[in-house]
């Protein structure tokens, strides 16, 4: 059995999630890469005698050093801990995608060129010449689809055939069929060194720079690429191997980045046929979801569905575990009562743990449904045309559509939303979009919408809950429009937008790729609910259940309830203001669900979202004067104040700064009590 | 006087001449293959706003902050 470690690199939307996953499956690690926020996926299998170790690089366009997923995935090809490097390529992009390829090579590890999406490509009526290709790149190229997963056990074999080959095969190439390159006067005969040759005047350059370095630095690995990379003036190299002799005297960026185009526009001129055909089904659908007038409304109607389906169906699945929950709670209720189990210890299981964590897995079913809806706009394509579509808008606010990608995002989980707001080049845009995006209402506030409107609001229980994603809208927009006015020092580049987004052809979602995408996410709810809320759920019973005099049935004598009323003068003016209610808020910190399941705990109430469950929860909150209003305002308060600890950790490593992060937290709890000390009384006019 | 992208109408066919763009800005877009003399097709524009153009078979959202800085030329 011999180890193959494999880095998947390429664009982004080339397909290489996809490609990834049809090797993997759900099987996988999920981490990010020492020291910063991008994710890193890992997976294993095994395929005749080899074991195979795939790690799924960021997708990069180049591998310059400007950005964090580019300097990871650099570093990490530069590493010994890769052996061959697969590139996945999107066949029907095949001009742009190349260019990567050309770095790849450059870098001097194996590569081994995946041409993915090869139906499309035959669909649309283009051919590629998958035999001249491999000859002028000198790399074995695999034709493949990750959909229909044809070519997958070829692609690894190849890989594992490639392995070792540190320089590329000589190659059967000659550059440009005008007379230019046969008269070359240049001493090497790199043509049948490398695939990519660059002008007479760039390659004496790289020889004198080579020299030079390795005068310097002997031993230096690939000299070839340190001498194009310091050529280039690459701020990581230059600084990491700096010549003794100014042998550079201008950055030679440009010149090598378009040598490396024209060298593609040759490839493409050779193996691409019909090249022109048009893709006939996205310019159909951009007609009517790009359209100037109908692309907005068109764009609003979708997410009204995505909701409306998370509610609907999802609160008929919902159903059937509460039914399963209330048996298998009443079943251990039973069972502990027979075998004589202390009161207090019964208590703990029943009404701490099993209300708490099992009251939020019911909730299952609705976020199932919303991370499916979110997994099929990314997928098909869609998403990025969501940032044209709010452009204009978003402009407004100072910032880019773009922006609104994170905020979408921010519908599922603030956590992700907030590392998708690295796509942002800009520094403030950044940093704004961050600082709004926690109000976008994540699946976590869902459960509190949910049971609370269910309670109090009866028919019209969907418009109370839909009009919180409309009020965090209504908040984020408002937050972002008052900081551009008093955001004295405007954006970088006047006059307009600074957008910049690859539109992928759409396609048909692959169903392999976004059950893993939402299996990913229903584990971590699942582990959220079993550490977490568990242990929110015994302390929440801890507090509730012990005073100073220790073990107390009666609840206004615990520690819970003397902390609570403490902070309650706090909440008292915008209708918040009874100790329980506080001290769930202050324990939905710890992540927002826990809102609901200490709701469950300190009402003793063990089957929460069950009818009976509901009308024995209604019947405390009204016993302690706590009506409609209160709860909208409680739903209101629960949207708008302080995520969950997970996003504020996630907001300090994005950031960098923990007063930053403190600012954020701040801010949001002012906003929090700010809209619904308004919500409130303007509630009490009419109530 | 030169033509910027901006001025593009939907459905014209322009080429490439240069940016004036913030360095890393310009050497993004070079490396997603907006270089000297490469045609572009200008698919939708909206008014004042953001455009989506066809360059090298792929589609890109631009804000006018940048094809305001794009400089073209009939193709």
Redesign the interface.
């Known amino acids: 059995m011999e180890n193959l470690s494999i880095g998947f690199v390429g664009n982004p939307n080339c397909g290489k999630t996809t490609l990834f996953n049809a090797y993997t499956g759900a099987n996988l690690k999920v981490a990010n890469w020492p020291g910063v926020t991008v994710e890193k996926k890992e997976g294993r299998f095994k395929l005749h005698d080899h074991e195979y170790r795939l790690v799924d690089l960021p997708g990069a ?2 591998l ?1 050093s ?1 950005t964090m997923e580019e300097q990871v995935t650099r570093q990490y090809i530069l590493s010994d801990e890769v052996d061959v490097i697969i590139d996945v390529a999107d066949a ?5 995608n190349l ?1 990567l390829t050309l770095q790849l090579i450059e870098l001097g590890k194996p590569v081994i060129l995946a041409l993915n999406m090869m139906d499309i490509v035959e669909k649309r009526g283009m051919e590629i010449d998958t035999h001249r290709l491999p000859e002028m790149l000198g790399i074995p190229v695999i034709p493949v689809s990750a959909r229909r997963k044809t070519g997958l056990d070829i692609l690894m074999h190849a890989a594992a055939h490639h392995k070792g080959q540190e320089e590329s095969m000589p190659l059967i190439h000659h550059h440009d069929s005008a007379p230019k390159t046969t008269s070359t006067r240049h001493r090497h005969q790199h043509h049948k060194e490398f695939a990519m040759v660059y002008s007479d005047g760039i390659e004496d350059k790289i020889d004198q720079v080579m020299e030079q370095l390795l005068k310097q630095y002997p031993g230096l690995s690939n000299p070839r690429w340190h001498a194009l990379k310091l050529l280039e003036n690459d701020p990581e190299i230059t600084k990491a191997y700096p010549l003794d002799t100014p042998l550079i005297d201008r950055s030679y ?2 010149d090598i ?2 040598e490396k ?1 024209e060298f593609i526009g040759e490839i493409i001129d050779e193996v691409l046929v019909n ?1 022109d055909k048009k893709a006939a089904v ?2 159909k659908a ?1 007609g009517a979801l ?1 359209h ?1 007038v109908w692309g907005l409304p068109i764009f609003l109607f979708i997410m009204a569905l995505v909701f409306f389906l998370t509610f609907t169906i999802g609160d008929w699945l919902k159903g059937y575990f509460e039914l399963g929950l209330e048996a298998f709670s009443g079943a251990v209720l039973s069972g502990l009562t027979f075998l004589h189990v202390a009161p207090p210890l019964i208590s703990l299981l029943v009404d701490g743990i099993i209300a708490g964590v099992g009251g939020i897995l019911t909730f299952l079913p609705n976020i199932v449904i919303l991370f499916l809806a979110l997994a099929f706009l990314e997928d098909s394509g869609y998403m ?2 969501v ?2 579509v709010m ?2 808008i978003m ?1 407004r606010l100072g910032l ?2 773009r922006s609104f990608i994170p905020m979408i995002l921010g519908f599922g989980c603030t956590v992700p939303a907030i590392m998708a707001s690295r796509a942002l ?1 800009n520094k403030r845009d950044r940093f704004k979009t961050m600082l709004i995006t926690p109000f976008m209402s994540c699946s976590a506030r869902l459960p509190i919408y949910v049971l609370f409107s269910q309670l109090f609001f009866g028919g019209y229980a969907m418009l109370a809950a839909y009009s919180m994603y409309v009020l965090g809208l209504v908040v984020a927009v408002l937050c972002a429009l008052i900081i551009h006015l008093f955001d004295k020092k405007k ?15 759409y396609k048909a979602p692959s169903a392999h790729t976004i059950f893993i995408y939402v299996w990913e996410k229903v584990k971590d709810y699942l582990t959220k609910a079993g550490t977490t809320i568990f242990i929110a759920s015994i302390f929440m019973w801890f507090l509730l259940n012990f005073g100073p005099q220790g073990y107390s049935a009666d609840m206004s004598q615990t520690f819970g309830s003397k902390l609570g009323q403490f902070i309650v003068p706090f909440f008292a003016p915008i209708g918040l203001g009874f100790w329980q209610i506080v001290v769930a808020l202050i324990a939905g910190i710890s992540a927002k669900e826990v809102v609901v399941s200490s709701c469950a705990v300190l009402f003793s109430v063990s089957n929460l979202t069950s009818p009976t469950g509901m009308a024995a929860l209604t019947g405390a909150l009204s016993s302690i004067g706590f009506g409609p209003l209160n709860a909208y305002a409680l739903m209101t308060f629960s949207l708008l104040y302080v995520p969950c600890a997970a996003t504020l950790a996630t907001i300090k490593k994005e950031s960098e700064s923990w007063a930053w992060t403190g600012f954020s937290a701040l801010f949001q709890i002012a906003v929090a009590w700010g809209v619904t000390f308004v919500v409130y009384h303007l509630g009490l006019l009419f109530v | 006087m030169e033509k910027t992208l901006q001025e593009g109408a939907p459905g014209s066919l322009l080429k490439v001449r240069g940016a004036r ?2 360095l ?2 310009e ?7 907006m ?2 003399g ?1 045609p572009i097709r200008v ?2 524009k ?5 455009m ?1 153009v066809k ?15 794009i400089i073209v030329e009939e193709a």
């Open positions: 366009y180049s310059t400007y029907s992009a095949l001009e742009r260019y960026e440009q980045i378009n185009y090249k996205t310019d951009d790009t100037p990025a045309r940032a044209y452009d204009g402009g880019s559509g080049e954006a970088h580049l006047t006059g307009g937008s600074a957008l910049l987004i690859e539109l992928p052809e | 763009l913030p890393e800005l050497r993004r877009l070079q490396a997603l293959g270089t000297p490469c698919l939708r909206k008014k004042h706003g953001a989506i360059l090298r078979g792929s589609r890109f959202a631009l804000g006018s902050a940048i094809a305001s800085r």
